[in-house]
């Protein structure tokens, strides 16, 4: 079993920059993948970041050059640094590990951003 806290979400001006946090209850070490996802009203879940094991990272389309996703293996967090962040970015951000054939799921930090 995996528990995931997200913190580092907010209401923040287009333009601005937040960092989300995901601390994990175990050693990332274990995990195949982590990963950010994320979820506007109405809208599907989609895949924003995520980070393998051996360090190879993947973005979507519309937050590459933007957002990095990074890890520290020693505090068993993965974060995910969001600049020049746009109106559309706005929705709720979960933190996703794959471990085994399983997949937890925190759960989810809000973020916001105004015109």
């Known amino acids: 079993q995996v528990q995931l806290v997200e913190s580092g979400g907010g209401l923040v001006q287009a333009g601005e920059s937040l960092r989300l946090s995901c601390v994990a209850s175990?050693?990332?070490?274990?995990?195949?993948?982590m990963g950010w996802y994320r979820q506007a009203p109405g809208k599907q879940r989609e895949l924003v970041a995520r980070?393998?094991?051996?360090?190879?990272?993947n973005y979507a389309g519309s937050v590459k050059g933007r957002f990095t996703i990074s890890r520290d293996n020693a505090k068993n967090t993965v974060y995910l640094q969001m600049n020049s962040l746009k109106p559309e970015d706005t929705a709720v951000y979960y933190c996703?590990?794959?471990?085994?054939?399983?997949?937890?799921w925190g759960q989810g930090t809000q973020v916001t951003v105004s015109s």
């Open positions: 996703n590990a794959d471990r085994l054939e399983l997949s937890y």
């Open positions: 175990r050693s990332i070490f274990s995990m195949n993948a």
């Open positions: 980070i393998t094991s051996g360090g190879s990272t």
